[in-house]
């Protein structure tokens, strides 16, 4: 290699001189304590006594709960307006951030002011909306009793305020992202005779996942979890149109508090799950992680 | 491939970055587009490229009118001024990546596209670092795999935005005459960006130099350095001094005295006097000359550089000599006229004729004796 010739010196900094960020052993051992102290209080407490409730009666109580009819087709509710409203908000949140952060046009900033919505405003306001636009006194509403189609109080409801409330992660997440990227990697494809489809492909797609992955993640939890806005469009049928935490709030409501944090707990888990995959998918691919963001 | 640019206009908005550009690219040339930033020179490099559609005008490719040609359709390369490397891909990857995204029908097989990757990675000297990433290479080795990406898919022409930019100035130098070899060895009609002038008068074959969007003056380098034909251009590449002066009968006056140089058939009036420092001779009685105090001196490299006072009107002129000539003056007072200059009419009255077609600034005389 006659055209390598870079050889960078390292300074050795003085032992003598203390370093700008060093703070006294206090200092560090009160902020150490006032941090560890708060997550304790506020994070680990709560959910222990979450699986502390819920084992109470021992794991053979445990067990039964989650066999009841209800509670299982709450839990399989969940799951499926998760798997519903999950993949629409990936797929809007990439064309929503490759718009705003690709592109010029007018009314950019209005939009990206709109994605927030949903984090600004009530959830359950998020879900009155949908009663307003759909229930029977509505418009809409004798169009959709004639031909039939159930909305409210029904899955359809769900996945909708669903997605109504989760809608900016996947895109909060990716504007940054892309934004500081710019367009140069993708204009070196179209440059080299790729087309749109494997610009994105090949080219944007990788140099975006990590954002995409903990913006799916952060979504799929958000939408496990949301109660608000699906407490208002659900109706609270037994059975169908309860999800995990309208379920939860039932159970609880009724004293049955055994069974509510039983339901907690599966909810706490799926929580769990989420964080540790994403830990996980951190610390082993830390290095290519890193090396996406630098550049 | 010839590439013609004609009256090429570029808004972003009402502003326009380009007004009425046209340029001809001879086929296997290595053309330099020169001047300072903001100048307009990126946005023409991106207009040839497809990566911008022109306000106005038309782009050849050979016979053919581009202009309406998506950037794919136009099989060009492009270099960006970061390199813009994909970075989740491996050098070889990278430079593949044009052969592998073509259709099946014209994409070669899998082993002749490696084939090709690893003999323009042996070409840029980077063999052996085909499964390194982006970010395990240096500023020069990323530069030369994106130069090598950009020449695998066989561009009609070859286009560098500020190639060195980012490189410190010893890659730099190194890299510049690397690129002239590869130019020379393989042939592509290549345009490159630059804002440095000496390199772009050291690699090209000629230089463009812009200015506001517009074209100064095209020409080999000797043609840009020795026979400037604006202001501009003689104010922006090399060194130059600039005094304002008067014409009468035919005669350069500097305020109240002649200085010897003479400009015929030209009518009297204002003009500004362009000559470079070392376009000079010393003269010992001074009939007829320009004269001042030396407030400074210094010696750089092979010459001694005066810069002398004409007197509270005028900017300080710099000249160059010989260290021996230089020692025997007196030190205080130098008597001296250009042996190389130009006049440039002073457009008083520009405001009233806004649009610049007839030349910014009239040439009256060529050279002196
Ligand atoms: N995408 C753009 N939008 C608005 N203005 C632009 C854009 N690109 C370039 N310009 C403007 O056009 C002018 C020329 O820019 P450029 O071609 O990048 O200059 P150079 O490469 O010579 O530094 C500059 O004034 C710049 O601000
Ligand atoms: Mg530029």
Redo the contacts between chains.
Sequence with gaps: MALDSSSVPTAAPSKLVKAATSETRIARLTLIVVALGFVVLFLLLPLATVFIEAFRNGPVEFATTLRDPETFSAIRLTLIVAAIAVPLNLVFGVAAAWAIAKFEFKGKAFLTTLIDLPFSVSPVISGLVFVLLFGANSALGPFLQKYGIHILFAVPGLVLATVFVTFPFVARELIPLMQEQGTSDEEAALSLGATGWQTFWHVTLPNIKWGLLYGVLLCNARAMGEFGAVSVVSGHIRGQTNTMPLQVEILYNEYNFVAAFAVATVLALLALVTLVLKTALELRYSDEIAASRRH | MEVRVQNIRKEFGRFPALDDVSLDIRSGELIALLGPSGSGKTTLLRLI?G?ESPTDGTIFFGAEDASRKS??QR????V?Q?Y?????MTVLDNVS??LK??PSSRRPPAAEIRRRALDLLELV?LSGLEKR???QL?G??RQ?VALA??M??EPNVLLLDEPFGALDA??RK??RR?LREIHDRTGHTTVFVTHDQEEALELADRVVVMSKGAIEQVGTPDEIYDQPVSPFVYGFIGQSNCLNVTLSRGEIWLEDRPIGLRAANEPDGAATLYFRPHDIELIDGCGGCLAGLVTASRRVAGTRHLELDLGKAHPSVEIELPPERASSTDHTRVAFRPTKWKLFRKDGDVAAAPQLVEAPASELARTGT
Excluded: C, D, K, T
């Design positions: 490229a990566l950037v794919q099989n060009i390369g492009f960006f970061h813009a490397l994909f970075r989740h990546f044009g995204v073509r000297q990433y982006p970010a240096s020069g080795q030369r990406r950009a695998a898919v010893q890659v190194e890299l690397w």
